[in-house]
């Protein structure tokens, strides 16, 4: 199953796609996570898009797209992949429908207030080492600043300073808030009430893709 994850920075597309992944199979991709990696090891694809991450602006689409479809090239994604942070906008959703067998199937929109998102974000760790997220208010650490599970530095993304924030929202909703009616008219799109708890976030993006598998089933039996 082609799944994409939509939803304003800080709604939990991350937890919610390693959790889809770990549930039912197919891997997450994130372009946040593929370029922050190439901006950590200094690639030139790295450098060419820091500037932009570090203002809360847009890679390029050239860029991102390119990443994109060499990835889900890749044999893991034969049977489908779950998107987090792709298509960011309408022409990059217009691009990956152009490429072969890659239109989608599914897309989740995780929705929640602007104040908890910047709530959330501002309290928001990564580990420097393995990437796990924490939340400060969420989970008690063993040891300050330090991840529970390689003891890798917890840091801040440079992104999740409050004015980079901003940004960001800005961007979102005027470049990817689109692709709600874009997703409605190709009648795949799912919101998801973002609010809840991660479990019963899961639990309600389970019902929706354990209907999908369902209806896919019916779909090849009859043909
Ligand atoms: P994320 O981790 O998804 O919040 O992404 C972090 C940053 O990576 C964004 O603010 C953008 O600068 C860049 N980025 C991630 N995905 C995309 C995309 N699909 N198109 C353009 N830029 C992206």
Same mark, same amino acid.
């Given at each position: 199953?082609?799944?994409? !994850?939509? #939803?304003?920075?800080? +709604?939990?597309? #991350?937890?919610?796609? +390693? ?21 950590? /090891? #200094? ?10 991450? /570090? ?22 994604? $034969? ?5 987090? #942070?792709?298509?960011? /906008?309408? %022409? ?29 974000? +501002? ?8 990437? /796990?997220?924490? %939340? ?8 300050? %600043? ?18 980079? !924030?901003?940004?960001? !929202?800005?961007?979102? $909703? ?41 209806? %896919? ?7």
């Amino acid at each position: 199953m082609r799944i994409t !994850l939509l #939803g304003p920075p800080g +709604s939990g597309k #991350g937890t919610q796609g +390693s959790l889809i992944e770990q549930g039912y199979g197919f891997p997450k991709i994130s372009t946040g996570d593929l370029l922050r990696r190439a901006v950590q /090891n #200094g690639t030139p694809l790295g450098i060419k898009v820091k500037a932009s991450m /570090n203002r809360g602006e847009l890679a390029s689409d050239e860029i991102v797209i390119q990443m994109v479809a060499e990835r889900i090239a890749a044999e893991d994604c $034969r049977k489908g992949y779950i998107l987090d #942070g792709f298509p960011r /906008n309408i %022409n990059q959703a217009q691009r990956l429908e152009e490429l072969e067998n890659q239109h989608l199937e599914v897309a989740l929109d995780i929705r929640l207030s602007e104040d908890a998102l910047v709530q959330r974000l +501002s309290l928001r760790r990564i580990c420097s080492q393995c990437g /796990n997220i924490f %939340n400060l208010s969420e989970k008690a650490l063993d040891r300050p %600043n330090v991840c529970d599970t390689c003891q890798g530095e917890l840091v801040q993304r440079p992104d999740d300073q409050p004015d980079v !924030l901003r940004e960001r !929202l800005r961007v979102y $909703r005027k470049e990817t808030e689109p692709l709600v009616d874009y997703y409605k008219r190709r009648d795949i799109y799912h919101r998801i009430d973002g609010e809840k708890t991660i479990e019963a976030v899961f639990q309600d993006i389970r019902l929706i893709l354990d209907a999908e598998i369902v209806r %896919n089933k019916q779909t090849e039996a009859v043909r």
